[in-house]
């Protein structure tokens, strides 16, 4: 029985160390799979971390972009306003006209744009200033047949002439309007230098 015990010891011996052997290559080869495993996982992270960073940059930087686009609009916003107060400033400037100098200046207009039987239509605000004698007087000074219109215009100031032919709008609001348009740029070059 000895040597049939040899064998078999030999056979497990041999099945045992085949076994070990298994075990060591299935336990080296897990070892292997769990480092690739973490190793890419790693690797994932630091892809996601960098992912992450750059769309964070990208989030900011877009902020940025949009505060400053921002305060651009308010800046020139503020700056409109101040345009709007300077064009204001000029009608308010000419409705404080002294009467003599108000009426020399609307007596301007009406002689370079009236034509032959044109009505002058006057604000509200200025029956007191100008009334039928001065329209009389004045086309009377300038050989035109002027009246002065029953109606009155809904301006601050200035006049309307209203022909047979056309209306010549006169106010303060549709003359600062026309000079704004042909003035704006520069009058805003020098208020920010």
């Known amino acids: 029985m000895d040597g049939k015990e040899a064998i078999i010891n030999s056979i497990i011996s041999e099945a045992e160390k085949k076994a070990e052997g298994i075990v060591n290559d ?6 292997a799979l769990l480092q690739q495993t973490r190793n890419s996982l790693e690797k994932e992270r630091q892809q996601r971390i960098r992912a992450a960073k750059e769309q964070a940059e990208r989030a900011a930087e877009r902020k940025l972009t ?5 305060g651009r609009k308010q800046l020139l916003a503020a ?3 101040v345009i709007d107060k300077v064009y204001e400033a000029a009608i308010i400037k000419m409705l404080n006209m002294t009467d003599n100098v108000y009426r020399e200046f609307i007596g301007e207009l009406v002689k370079r744009y009236a034509d032959d039987g044109d009505e002058i239509m006057i604000s509200e605000r200025d029956a007191k200033r ?6 009389t007087s004045l086309g009377a000074a300038i050989g035109k047949d002027l009246t002065l219109s029953g109606r009155q215009h809904k301006g601050k100031g200035g006049i309307v002439l209203v022909g047979y032919k056309c209306d010549k709008n006169l106010t303060f609001e549709t003359i600062v309007k026309q000079l704004r348009s042909s003035t704006e740029g520069e009058i805003a070059a020098r208020l920010f230098k």
């Open 26 to 31: 299935a336990l080296a080869e897990k070892d």
């Open 66 to 70: 949009l505060a400053a686009l921002d």
């Open 79 to 81: 700056k409109q306003a």
């Open 130 to 135: 100008l009334n039928y004698d001065w329209a």
